[in-house]
């Protein structure tokens, strides 16, 4: 299914545009980019696979998103919104989107991996862009996964969208 992975990447890079041009990615984006991204996981592994691997990778994020609640709540000594100061809604909906394709091992790989690639951006343009405090998480996120995606499709045996490769590499 090409176009429906080229489709994909048109929306990641239009998420990209957006969210490094103007902060901001419109909410529509994000449930079409999971749809997509379900109807190409279903092609690839049927509806119950993709189902249960989305429900570890939304699990393991609501885990983080938690964690991450308890953190900010502690340390100003009251509940707080995450997602007023520290977390936009865009990176929160794009992390609920990508789970419906990735399996869970490499959504957990891809969420840390990602992480740490745009701090190390944050860090490399924080002398450069100084009156903007807000980092493109969710845009730098989704060129980070065209990337992938476009080595998995050149690199067949990648497969994001299974663990087979964990397994592989164990035996």
């Known amino acids: 299914m090409i176009w429906l992975q080229i489709l994909i990447l048109v929306f990641l890079a239009f998420i990209c545009y957006q969210d490094m041009l103007y902060r901001a990615v419109y909410w529509w984006c994000f449930p079409i980019l999971a749809i997509l991204m379900v109807l190409l996981k279903y092609n690839t592994s049927g509806i119950q696979q993709t189902l249960t691997d989305a429900g570890y ?18 340390k100003h000594k009251k509940i707080i919104n995450i997602t007023n100061n520290y977390l936009g809604w865009g990176d929160v909906l794009f992390l609920i989107a990508i789970p419906f394709y990735l ?14 690639l745009v701090l190390l951006y944050a860090l490399a343009t924080a002398k450069i862009i100084t009156n903007n405090k807000h980092i493109p998480l969710a845009g730098l996120q989704a060129a980070l996964l065209g990337i992938a995606m476009i080595m998995d499709y050149i690199i067949s045996s990648l497969e994001l969208y299974s663990d087979n490769w964990l397994y592989f590499l164990i035996n």
């Open 57 to 74: 990778g939304l699990l393991f994020l609501m885990v983080q998103i938690f964690i991450l609640w308890i953190y900010f709540s502690v």
């Open 103 to 116: 399996s869970p091992v490499n959504y957990v790989l891809f969420y840390i991996v990602s992480l740490i």
